[in-house]
């Protein structure tokens, strides 16, 4: 079992930055490929950008690839997302997840879920 925990979120003006981290409690962190999605307001959860165990491979949404990077620190059991030069349109809960089961990142196909944290972007 993991539990995920996310922190970092705010509200920021257009234009600024924010870091968000997840926490993932267990020792199987490392096992796992870990995503970031975010849902707005009526709208559906979507992908952001994801990481593969070792951190070896990185993958991003269209809408947010050059404006954020994804990391992690399997020594300290966290993934994190830095966002830049964000928008009005990255207003949004941001939620972690761990171990996708359904043989693509990209899909909100994960085993665990984290409770979401909010960014709110004021332009």
């Known amino acids: 079992q993991v539990q995920l925990v996310e922190s970092g979120g705010g509200l920021v003006q257009a234009g600024g930055s924010l870091r968000l981290s997840c926490y993932a409690s267990?020792?199987?962190?490392?096992?796992?490929?870990m995503g970031w999605f975010r849902q707005a307001p009526g709208k559906e959860r979507t992908f952001v950008s994801a990481?593969?165990?070792?951190?070896?491979?990185?993958y991003y949404a269209d809408s947010v690839k050059g404006r954020f990077t994804i990391s992690r620190d399997n020594a300290k059991n966290t993934v994190y997302l830095q966002m830049n030069s964000l928008n009005a349109e990255d207003t949004a809960v941001y939620y972690c997840a761990a171990d996708p089961y359904g043989g693509s990142v990209y899909d909100p196909n994960y085993r665990y879920w984290g409770q979401g944290t909010q960014v709110t972007v004021s332009s």
């Open positions: 990481i593969t165990q070792s951190g070896g491979n990185t």
């Open positions: 267990g020792r199987t962190f490392s096992s796992y490929h």
